[in-house]
């Protein structure tokens, strides 16, 4: 298996506009995870889904944020409008029902400028 | 809901000393305990679990940790750190009865000087 596919790895945006994040789960895992990453915050759960249907999503930040997943292999973040305080690493994560831990994808470097 | 504490939040070390990093956690409950590392500039990795069985887990890279039930800690331990070990460390646990999904401590981040 190649992991846990997220793109893309880097994204620069204008304030105001609207950011896509796209990430392809573990085939086979049906918990699939949203973090954020900062300096200042830390690890930040944003959202999780379990067997495509969100679970908690407590930590997503303001209303401009929002999460999909149409199907078990592909979820997106999406921002709409972007901030320059949105800047952070994304991360995706994908577990199993059992204790096996998660698999991180390479994250998504997102800078709003 | 369980909650995880990661008391260092930095440690700086020579190479060749020993590490301990401290995770406890609250949960009534049984368990699964995870530590995950995350060198510079990459993604959170697993490093070791434990789910049952010998308390005592070892990892990759010469990593272990320890289960203490009653202490309710799963402390990581390397007896002679490498400066490739410098890296933000997580512990996590994820109760029984949902597996699937974790908790995360706040994370710990170890600079080992060469």
């Known amino acids: 298996d190649a992991g846990v596919i997220q793109s893309p790895r880097h994204e620069v945006t204008e304030m105001g506009q609207e950011v896509t994040l796209r990430c392809k789960p573990i085939?086979?895992?049906?918990?699939l995870f949203w973090y954020r990453q900062t300096m200042m915050r830390g690890l930040e759960l944003l959202i999780y889904?379990?067997?495509?249907?969100?679970?908690?999503d407590s930590g997503m930040p303001e209303d401009r944020f929002s999460a999909k997943m149409p199907n078990a292999s592909f979820s997106t973040l999406k921002i709409q409008p972007s901030e320059p305080r949105d800047s952070a690493v994304y991360f995706c994560?994908?577990?199993?029902?059992?204790?096996?831990?998660?698999?991180f994808g390479s994250g998504t470097r997102l800078t709003v400028v | 809901a369980q909650s995880v504490s990661q008391h260092n939040h930095h440690v700086i070390l020579s190479e060749a000393a020993s590490l301990e990093l401290g995770c406890n956690y609250s949960?009534?409950?049984?368990?699964?305990l995870f530590w995950y590392v995350q060198y510079p500039g990459q993604h959170l990795q697993l490093l070791l679990k434990?789910?049952?069985?010998?308390?005592l887990v070892k990892g990759i890279k010469g990593f272990e940790a320890e289960f203490i039930k009653s202490k309710f800690s799963f402390n990581l331990r390397k007896p002679s750190v490498q400066w490739s070990d410098t890296a933000e460390y997580f512990c996590?646990?994820?109760?029984?009865?949902?597996?699937?999904?974790?908790?995360f401590g706040d994370g710990t981040t170890l600079t080992v000087k060469p």
């Open positions: 434990y789910f049952s069985g010998d308390p």
């Open positions: 949960y009534g409950g049984t368990v699964n």
């Open positions: 996590a646990v994820s109760p029984n009865t949902n597996a699937g999904k974790s908790t």
């Open positions: 994560a994908s577990s199993g029902g059992d204790p096996q831990g998660y698999t």
């Open positions: 889904f379990n067997n495509n249907v969100p679970i908690d």
């Open positions: 085939s086979g895992h049906d918990y």
